[in-house]
Structures are given as structure tokens and as C-alpha cells.
């Protein structure tokens, strides 16, 4: 019975092992979700938009935190400037930089992708980081930037150069595109890099891309757009976006943040990224809660491992009695009785055959006696 046993119980802890590891796979190493939901820019990354040509300007400070925005250059009579286009009311008006705060909620947060594609982000796999994306989402402010003002379309020749100055904040700042047939993501600006960084804009475009911010904070982000003019002029203006990164990050402290240097401030100005190992911390000094959802998947990912481990012990353990039970030629608590029994019997037997031989033995040695 035994060497019949034994290999039906040497497979059990195999079985289990390979079912807890195949559980655990399927929880710790699904694919994360894109950056981006699937953008599919139209062709020359152009969106259909007009800008009306009376469209006003309005004063007065606001936070954006949903709908839609660009960036771009404001051309009336001699004044270039930069300027930020707010399409969030009805009809749109075009507002100074600093007037608006960019606000940008936990509702942002999406997990590094683990493709090697995404290894210029300098984050590890799975490193919960805040996304603008490059396709609206209607929970997240949508960012872009234009070339449609009309004031600028009639003066300058082909297109400006939308240049990166400055980034001041507690991490980095990385904007991509992603194009929609599966290519390599196109890195247009990273303050980790060497900065300023020059950006070329056609004349009348509209373009929306990723917007990745590694840590929330404040971040002040310096731009200078520049253009030649149809006249042989020239024209540069500067001007300094606000973003608060992160639900628990204040609005007032984004107003009141100053940037040292605006306009082609020396190379390296960008704040370094901070270590790849950190994840992004939030109010208090924890995750994010993309990062606390993610905790909480791993730990029901690991009752439920306990679970079905507790299931399959049951039943191998189920499985060895039938496999006694089988061998003994009945099930249950009948078969124990019956075996307890048989056994009491042929111990009993066995003691009637050693008698009955001690009596032979002693008639025999009479017998042997008597003849003599």
C-alpha cells in the first residue's frame, strides 16, 4: 500500500506550487495600461479647430482642471505674446499665463508601461506617474497648443519655434507623442535633458500629445515662442505655465510661485529627475491611488492565492483517503471496522495455530519417550 501512495503524494506539493505561482503571475505581471487610451493623431497632427478672429481676452485668475486648453502665440498690431486659449466656456477667450492655474487631479495617475518603447520616462515599470494625455479624457484637463490665432497666421511666414526655457519643480516633466499605427513614442520635450530645448510648430496647427509629470508639486514650466514675420521681421514672446500636480497640491501656492529666469535661461535649468526608485509620494507621504489600488490588488491577489491553496490541500487530502480506502476494498467508517476486525481475527488465528503446534510437539516427545 504504501509504494502505491507514495508517488500520488509526491505530485500533490508540485501541483500546488504551480498553481499558486500561476495565480500570482496572472496578479503581479498583467499589462499595465497605456499612457495614453489608444490616440490615433490626424494626419500632421492637426485637430480640426477655428479661432475667431474677435475672440476676446479676459482677466481674472481661474483653475482648469477639466475640458480643454491650448498654448500659443497672441498677435495684435506690434504685441507678440504667449497666451493660453481657454475653450472650458462658451464663447472661448484667450488669458494671460498668469492668470491660469493648470490643474491636474489624481484622476491622471496611470502605471509606466512595462515596454522598453517607455524607457525614456527614466521611471520603473509599474511607477504610478500623472498623465496628461495626447487623447482627451474627460476627467483629466486637456492640453495642447495652436498656431490658429488669426493675428498670427496673416504675419508670419511658415510656422514658430515653440522653445522649452525652464522647468521648476519636484520632479520631471516629459512630453511625448504617441502616434496610432503602434510607432515609437516621439519625445518633443524633457527637462531632464539639457535644456532649452526648441519645439518647430507649423502655422496653423493643433496639437494635443502626453503631458507626463513624475511627482506632484507645483511646476512652473517657462516657454518662448518665436517666429520670422512675412514682413522679414522677427518676434519672440515668453511666458510661464502653472500646473499644480495632485489633488492634495494648493492652487494659491501655484499663483504665488515666481520663476527666476523666463526667457533663454541657461542650459540645464530644468530640475533633475528624481530617483527612479521613488514612486511618486501624495498627501501624508503615501501613493497616489492608482499606487494604493495597486497595493490592494497584490493583497486580494494573495487571499486569494490562501484560498484556492486551502481548496487543493482539501482536496489531496481527500484524494490519499480514497486512494487508502480503494486498496482496502471499502469506503468510510465500515471499512475501518471491518479492518480493526479482520485484524483481531487473524491475530486470534495465528495464536490457535501456535498452540495447536506446541501440543503436537509435546505428544510427539511422549511417543518418543514411551519407545524407548
Do not use: C
Amino acid at each position: 500500500m504504501t509504494r502505491g501512495t507514495t508517488p500520488a503524494r509526491r505530485r500533490y506539493p508540485s501541483r500546488l506550487a504551480s498553481a499558486a505561482a500561476a495565480i500570482l503571475a496572472a496578479i503581479l505581471f498583467a499589462p499595465p495600461q497605456p499612457l495614453s487610451a489608444a490616440p490615433t493623431p490626424r494626419p500632421e497632427n492637426r485637430q480640426e479647430q477655428t479661432v475667431d478672429p474677435n475672440q476676446r481676452e479676459d482677466t481674472g485668475r481661474v483653475v482648469l482642471d477639466s475640458g480643454h486648453v491650448d498654448i500659443g502665440p497672441h498677435y495684435r498690431g506690434e504685441t507678440w505674446t504667449v497666451r493660453v486659449h481657454d475653450d472650458t466656456v462658451v464663447p472661448s477667450v484667450w488669458r494671460q499665463p498668469s492668470d491660469v492655474v493648470i490643474r491636474v487631479r489624481d484622476s491622471a495617475v496611470l502605471p509606466i508601461p512595462d515596454d522598453e518603447a517607455y524607457a525614456f520616462l527614466g521611471q520603473r515599470p509599474g511607477t504610478p506617474v500623472y498623465v496628461v494625455p495626447q487623447t482627451q479624457n474627460r476627467d483629466v484637463v486637456w492640453v495642447g497648443w495652436n498656431t490658429q490665432d488669426p493675428g498670427v497666421m496673416e504675419a508670419i511666414q511658415r510656422g514658430v519655434t515653440m522653445k522649452l526655457a525652464g522647468v521648476q519643480g519636484p520632479g520631471s516633466l516629459i512630453v511625448y507623442l504617441q502616434s496610432g499605427n503602434l510607432g515609437a513614442p516621439q519625445v518633443l520635450w524633457d527637462s531632464t535633458k539639457t535644456l532649452p530645448q526648441d519645439l518647430w510648430v507649423d502655422t496653423n496647427t493643433h496639437t494635443h500629445a502626453n503631458w507626463v509629470f513624475t511627482t506632484p508639486g507645483v511646476y512652473l514650466v517657462a516657454l518662448e515662442i518665436s517666429a520670422d514675420l512675412a514682413d522679414g521681421g522677427s518676434v519672440t514672446g515668453t511666458g510661464v505655465l502653472r500646473f499644480t500636480i495632485g489633488d492634495a497640491t494648493g492652487t494659491d501656492d501655484a499663483f504665488a510661485a515666481s520663476f527666476p529666469v523666463v526667457a533663454t535661461p541657461a542650459a540645464g535649468t530644468a530640475v533633475p529627475a528624481p530617483d527612479a526608485e521613488a514612486a511618486p509620494p501624495a498627501e501624508g507621504g503615501g501613493l497616489p491611488a492608482a499606487a494604493g489600488a495597486t497595493v490592494v490588488t497584490i493583497v486580494v491577489g494573495l487571499v486569494l492565492v490562501g484560498v484556492v491553496i486551502g481548496v487543493l490541500v482539501r482536496g489531496a487530502r481527500a484524494k490519499r483517503r480514497a486512494e487508502v480506502e480503494r486498496v482496502a476494498g471499502r469506503t468510510g467508517p465500515v471499512a475501518d471496522r471491518d479492518t480493526a476486525r479482520a485484524t483481531e481475527q487473524d491475530t486470534a488465528r495465528a495464536a490457535d495455530r501456535d498452540t495447536a503446534r506446541a501440543a503436537e510437539q509435546e505428544t510427539a516427545t511422549a511417543r518418543r519417550e514411551g519407545d524407548r
